[in-house]
């Protein structure tokens, strides 16, 4: 688990780094999926109303942080 979470804070320190410089833009390129939390599904039940909304956004920095902490998770971890 701290191998994951590691890989993920890093990926998202990596992007924003990499924001500025010209040939590495594309670390930082955020994809989003999930219901957006601006407009998020709403279910009226008269004497409450409960909004639902969920937006999961990563970049390929996070991607290629997240694979490369889960190999040295393998790496170092196996005999666990």
Do not use: H, R
Not at 1 to 27: D, H, P, R, S
Not at 64 to 76: D, E, P, Q
Request: aromatic share 12%; proline share 4%; net charge positive.
């Amino acid at each position: 688990m701290f191998f994951l979470l590691a890989g993920i804070v890093l990926g998202t320190v990596l992007a924003k780094l990499c924001e500025g410089i010209g040939f590495l833009w594309w670390l930082s390129y955020p994809m989003s999926v999930g219901l957006a939390t601006d407009s998020p599904m709403l279910l009226d039940l008269i004497v409450f109303k409960l909004a639902f909304g969920f937006t999961l956004t990563v970049n390929p920095a996070q991607i290629i942080c997240i694979i490369v902490a889960l190999i040295v998770y393998n790496k170092t971890c196996k005999n666990l």
